[in-house]
């Protein structure tokens, strides 16, 4: 006979562990699937990335998380959740896609890139750095656009337009700046994010304003062609010579394996999935939301230091029904 989990998780992220902990607490039989690495998406932040929350916020499971400074660095995180999954003994799934999922009476069938599993209830903890936002313009397939940044070192002495003014577009053009790189942003609005990294944000006012970094405000990257790029300002349309692309325009949740579930999605702009915020069960019976992919496109309401507690009340509902 075909094993039936009582909880199949997808996603190894921090919450994604969390729920394993949860789970393996509360006696539950569990399974966690993940596509990438362990914690692939802080595996894939840029290398020298800081976080915004102190590392006691970022503690689960009563492990206390110890950083040489008072914000830790992904290393460190990656070196934590490691420590979590370890101590724990968790029953992780590593490089497996779910690539299907099915509801067929009260058992969800999961197909994966390796294999097949059987659930009772599934969790999705799938955040939402797998998929960037697309700024569906000419050019942007081509191979020296970049949604994804890792270091600076490729960008020594090129010609780099970083699009967004968040945390990661401010984080990208500071750092191939300082490595040699001649560095142009494009921004929606008059100036950089107010929520950029409090320490950080002042270092970019700085560069933008001695013209160390060319921004180009209230403008849109129009068209990216091989030796330069197109971008519309208030002024009109200009055209710069460009290496390389930097995307920085964020990411959304993979809203397509909940669509083959049947979860509804709110018709605004936020594209909320609905769920029970006392349970964080969704419309469907035996699906749960953790994590960031609870907030839909609105990717600032949920992090990880204010979603683990979703680890717990899912699995309390999960445990009731069982008894």
Known sequence: MTKIYEMLIIGGGPIGLACGVEAKKAGLDYVIIEKG?????????????????????????????????????????????????????????????????????????????????????????TGFYDLPNLMNIPGEDLPKVHHYYKEPWPFINQKIVVVGGANSAVDAALETWRKGAEVSMVLLDEEVDQAVKYWVRP?????????????????????IREHEVVITTPEGDVTIENDFVLAMTGYKPNFGLLNQLGVKLSEDEKCQPQYNELSHESNVPGVYLAGVVCGGLNTREFFIENSVVHAGMIVRDIVGKVK
């Open 37 to 125: 690495a362990l914690t692939n998406s802080i595996y894939n932040y840029p290398i020298n990335m800081t976080f915004f929350s102190t590392s006691d916020r970022l503690e689960m499971a009563g492990i206390p998380f110890m950083s040489i400074g008072n914000k830790p660095n992904r290393t460190e995180a990656l070196e934590y959740y490691r420590r979590i999954f370890s101590h724990f003994d968790l029953n992780v799934k590593l490089y497996e896609a779910v690539v299907t999922l099915e509801k067929k009476e009260e058992v969800f069938q999961v197909k994966t890139s390796k294999g097949k599993y059987l659930a009772k209830n599934i969790v999705m903890a």
């Open 203 to 223: 270092d970019i006012v700085n560069r933008i304003n001695e013209g160390s970094i060319k921004a180009f405000t209230k403008s849109k990257l129009k068209e």
